[in-house]
T-cell receptor, first 112, second 116 residues
Framework: GNSVTQMEGPVTLSEEAFLTINCTYTATGYPSLFWYVQYPGEGLQLLLKATKADDKGSNKGFEATYRKETTSFHLEKGSVQVSDSAVYFCALTRAAGNKLTFGGGTRVLVKP | NAGVMQNPRHLVRRRGQEARLRCSPMKGHSHVYWYRQLPEEGLKFMVYLQKENIIDESGMPKERFSAEFPKEGPSILRIQQVVRGDSAAYFC??????????????FGPGTRLTVL
């Protein structure tokens, strides 16, 4: 079956530091890949996505590249802010209208 | 355009009671998904519905849990005879009808169920 593995947190950083959250997946065929962010007490918001190999998703300074050869979709941001403190989830779906399979989430805490 | 709405936001039940969670999808969306987030864990898929149809319920526990999405009104996730292990955040997501490719799922704020 499909699965997503992401690095465990918490990840604690200082403001303006570089952030990387690793994500690898197992799936048949060509899944679409996503990063969602969950701020405290809220639902999930789509941060970025990529639907085919070598696509790069980007939003709000975050980037992730769909690497089929390594089955990875690592999230990066060059300079984090306190407001980036949240839980980040990597996810995949195999087809349109299909369920999302999530990783366990990585809590990120950015200190001023 | 209002987002996905869920109510109640917080629900407290005693063991053995019933819990009803409601989800109103975004306007124009006819696909609804329910996910459960146990404490300190990721979200796990429960069920996928379209209007009046259950499309995929592979993530639903075999007993006590049911879901519906009637022609009129919100989608309902119903948990009968709740147990402490049902305590979790339940998220609903909706996506627009049809088309090829990926239809983004938009998430509601969740209902946090606490079973005493």
């Amino acid at each position: 079956g499909n699965s997503v593995t992401q690095m465990e947190g918490p990840v604690t950083l200082s403001e303006e530091a570089f952030l990387t959250i690793n994500c690898t997946y197992t799936a048949t065929g060509y899944p679409s890949l996503f990063w969602y962010v969950q701020y405290p007490g809220e639902g999930l918001q789509l941060l970025l996505k990529a639907t085919k190999a070598d696509d790069k998703g980007s939003n709000k300074g975050f980037e992730a590249t769909y690497r089929k050869e390594t089955t990875s979709f690592h999230l990066e941001k060059g300079s984090v802010q306190v407001s980036d403190s949240a839980v980040y989830f990597c996810a995949l779906t195999r087809a349109a209208g299909n369920k999302l399979t999530f990783g366990g989430g990585t809590r990120v805490l950015v200190k001023p | 355009n209002a987002g996905v709405m869920q109510n109640p936001r917080h629900l407290v039940r005693r063991r053995g009671q019933e819990a009803r969670l409601r989800c109103s999808p975004m306007k124009g969306h006819s696909h609804v998904y329910w996910y459960r987030q146990l404490p300190e864990e990721g979200l796990k898929f429960m069920v996928y519905l379209q209007k009046e149809n259950i499309i995929d319920e592979s993530g639903m526990p075999k007993e006590r849990f049911s879901a519906e999405f009637p022609k009129e009104g919100p989608s309902i996730l119903r948990i009968q005879q709740v147990v402490r292990g049902d305590s979790a955040a339940y998220f609903c997501a909706s996506s627009p009808l049809g088309g090829g490719g990926y239809n983004e799922q938009f998430f509601g704020p969740g209902t946090r169920l606490t079973v005493l």
